[in-house]
């Protein structure tokens, strides 16, 4: 009996809240083992993983140093809220998730548009908010189209070329608001991929892109038929494959050198509150101030005008102080044209 109890003491913290890795480069080295990961540092993790550093260093046995000159050209982070964990195929790598508290990725993307602000790199941000789907952040201009208003959503996911055509619905529901949630979320992942796979060339560049998404449909699905219902195990399974699927999608879309991991996560200790900006005002209106808090942009040819000024004033400077030093020092008698001149001409006179 006493076996049983420190079993069901620690069952809890076995089948809780998990962070997942379902694929990832060689040059990111994710060690296999049941290290758990508090659930603020999960940003950070991120970070690292990409090349950039961190204010306080990472004790974490689960993330290995890798190749420190071949980071990844994207990371894709999909939190899932309202399941502990998701059956995930085998080969995929998995740690627990303690301390579930909200966590954004807005460090990361700061340190993106900090080191490559010449360039376009690709920022996308989806979370939940009272319009069920917003963007945040600032995201690539291909992006614009993208749904992004429960509105927006259901005219997508009743056109022909919508997942709707193609996914296995079973016990789920076209004419129920809550199942259109989780479906158009998933559309959502599978435009974002597929606007990705028309516009290769951002895949292509030099420049990290970041993608960071929040699932919030399979919650509600929970809440509305409970989670013993037939609906909540089908909208499972069906997020599990078209999880998996939108991983080996985004990876291959980026050579093989892009990291997607999955958090599930049963529900936040404290609800996070943050400042929304749907990606269409990003072209249509301007920002006042600087939206990221950096520095001034500098042209490329900011350090050849630079040093041509430096060392023109320089030059200027020392051809003062020789060409003062020699007039302070001139004997008028010798060295001054118009007096020798002048004598000349007094003695031939």
């Known amino acids: 009996m006493a076996a049983l109890a420190l079993l069901a003491l620690l069952l809890p913290g076995v089948l809780g809240n998990e962070f997942s890795v379902l694929r990832s480069p060689e040059s990111v080295v994710f060690r296999d083992g049941k290290w758990p990961i508090p659930g603020d540092r999960i940003p950070d993790v991120a970070a690292l993983s990409m090349g950039f550093s961190v204010e306080e260093d990472l004790s974490w046995p689960g993330l290995a140093v890798g190749n420190l000159f071949l980071r990844p050209r994207a990371t894709v982070l999909v939190t899932v809220k309202g399941v502990d964990s998701l059956a995930l195929l085998k080969n995929v790598v998995s740690y627990p998730l303690e301390n579930a508290v909200p966590f954004s990725l807005d460090s990361v993307a700061n340190s993106i548009h900090t080191f490559f602000s010449e360039e376009t790199p690709v ?38 070329n919508s997942i709707l055509s193609s996914l296995p619905l079973n016990s789920l529901s076209r004419n129920n608001d809550v199942d259109l949630l989780f479906l158009s979320e998933l559309q959502v992942l599978h435009d974002i991929s597929n606007l990705l796979s028309r516009h290769k060339h951002l895949a292509k560049d030099h420049s990290p892109d970041l993608y960071s998404l929040e699932l919030a449909g399979l919650d509600e699905i929970g809440k509305r038929y409970g989670e013993d219902s037939q609906q909540f195990k089908d909208a499972s399974q069906i997020l599990t494959d078209f999880l998996q699927k939108f991983a080996d999608e985004m990876y291959n879309l980026y050579g093989g050198n892009a990291v997607v991991e999955v958090v599930t996560v049963k529900a936040f200790d404290t609800p996070l509150v943050r400042k929304t900006r749907t990606v269409l005002q990003t072209k249509s209106k301007a920002v006042k101030g600087n939206l990221y808090n950096l520095a001034h942009r500098y042209s490329a040819n900011y350090a050849v005008v630079f040093n041509i000024v430096l060392w023109l004033m320089l030059g200027i400077a020392l051809a003062v102080i020789i060409i003062s030093y020699g007039l302070w020092n001139i004997d008028p008698g010798y060295d001054g044209i118009v007096y020798r001149m002048t004598n000349q001409k007094i003695r031939m006179d």
């Not at 009272?130 to 005219?155: C, H, I, P, W």
């Open 123 to 160: 920022v996308l941000q989806l979370a939940p908010s009272e319009e069920r789907v917003y963007m945040v952040g600032k995201a690539n201009a291909v992006f614009e189209d993208l749904s992004v208003t429960l509105r927006q959503l259901r005219n997508r996911l009743y056109q022909d």
